[in-house]
């Protein structure tokens, strides 16, 4: 029964995320390490994974902490983590009113709001996130938030259950803005286990979606990336990596274990192309 109950109380995302992995999951479970001491996540986006790996560890044992770093290069975005982690009870009471006042003007005129402090800026992604379209996170090139609303007819903004169970399992979480290289700083034994999830390699000129805030991400992104990957690796760092099914990222990885996974392609113009889609996986191990 306490497992049962644990099961029931584990954390998962709280953002929606363009890429998030929580329904690749159950395909990673094979591939993930049996042990390791610390777990680091360079781009962390919804943070699937994470949450999915500290349910584990919880369920195996509930009074062991589970120690990770969660870093990004997107300072909004960890500003978010941090106060779950910190001042959770704030960012609930901040949500509870955008809840209330959620409407088609209050969404832009939230939208055109720039300044204030952490936890007020934190609520406004949030909110913003819960109420766009396709839970996209997208900025232009002065940073400013830029999607439109979306069609929902009663989004649920305010999960108080679900941000109190994420604060908790961030209590004992390092969580940084840092770019992903900086996780050769960290990561050097065979006890540490890095899951890169960074934007994917497009499959065509026209699908590349790498820009979602004012920070690309380009070909010499990926190939230093792989070579961030491969030092790991020659540490005996356990190294997990996702990444789109393409010519140019098999040969990148063509020296370590790539294996395939079919993923939900749901971001598209076009309805037609939108479906079933490989990716890659690939393994230091």
Known sequence: ????????????????????????????????????????????????????????????????????????INPELIDVYCCVRDRVEEL??????????????YYYRVRSQFTGTPVEMAARLIYLNKTCFNGLYRENSKGEFNVPMGRYTNPTICNVELLRLVSDSLQSVAIEVRPFDAI??????????????????????????????????????QIKLRDTFAELARRGVEVMLSNSDCSFIQELYQDFKIHKVLAARAINSKAERRGKINELLVTSY
């Open 92 to 105: 609930i009471e901040l949500l509870a009113r955008h809840q209330q006042q959620h409407d088609r003007d």
């Open 184 to 221: 050769l700083e960290f990561a050097k034994t065979a006890e540490d286990f890095v899951y890169f999830d960074p934007p994917y390699h497009p499959l065509s000129e026209t699908s590349s979606f790498t820009g979602y805030s004012r920070y690309s991400f380009n070909e010499n992104d």
């Open 1 to 72: 029964m306490l497992r049962q109950s644990l099961q029931l109380s584990v954390p998962r995302p709280f953002l929606k995320w363009a890429g998030g992995k929580s329904q690749l999951i159950s395909q990673y479970i094979p591939y993930f390490p049996q042990k390791f001491a610390t777990y680091y996540e360079p781009f962390l986006g919804g943070g699937a994974v994470f949450f999915y790996l500290y349910g584990v560890a919880r369920n195996n044992n509930p009074t062991k902490k589970f120690p990770a770093v969660l870093t990004d």
